[in-house]
């Protein structure tokens, strides 16, 4: 009997949300590898860090609202959401503003994450 051996799955996401489906189905993915057991990272870089601001109303929007989805990743096992530390300052953001636990990383943290990872996916 074949075992499926846990990968590293690195989740980028860099786009604002409700822009584009590319959120949605990288949700998707995420929640799919997680219910197979991989280890799973999410990582909000640049435009990607405003998917998890407090009090958003896509509401006026096409798109389907997708903030529940991300305060609720817990439930699924997905808790290694982070970003680096100059995206937040960049963005003029505190995590206070965010309204999903978010673990910060410096440039060398950042790396060594990049290194850990056995597939690298973007959305």
């Known amino acids: ?18 822009s584009s489906p590319a959120t949605k189905e990288g949700l998707d993915a995420i929640l799919t590898a997680s219910a197979f057991g991989q280890n799973v ?6 435009d990607g860090i ?26 699924y096992g997905i808790e290694n959401i982070v970003t680096p530390c ?9 995590l206070s503003d965010l309204s999903t636990p978010c673990d910060i990383l410096d440039n060398t ?8 990872q056995d597939q690298i996916l973007s959305f």
Do not use: C, R, W
């Open 86 to 94: 100059e995206n937040l300052k960049n963005k003029g953001l505190s």
């Open 109 to 116: 943290q950042l790396a060594k994450l990049y290194a850990i």
């Open 1 to 18: 009997m074949e075992t499926t051996k846990i990968k590293n799955l690195l989740f980028v996401f860099d786009k604002p949300p409700h």
């Open 41 to 46: 990272t999410l990582l909000l870089l640049g």
């Open 50 to 75: 405003f998917q998890l601001l407090n009090n958003q109303d896509p509401s006026h929007l096409p798109a389907k609202n997708t903030a529940s989805i991300f305060q609720a990743l817990d439930m």
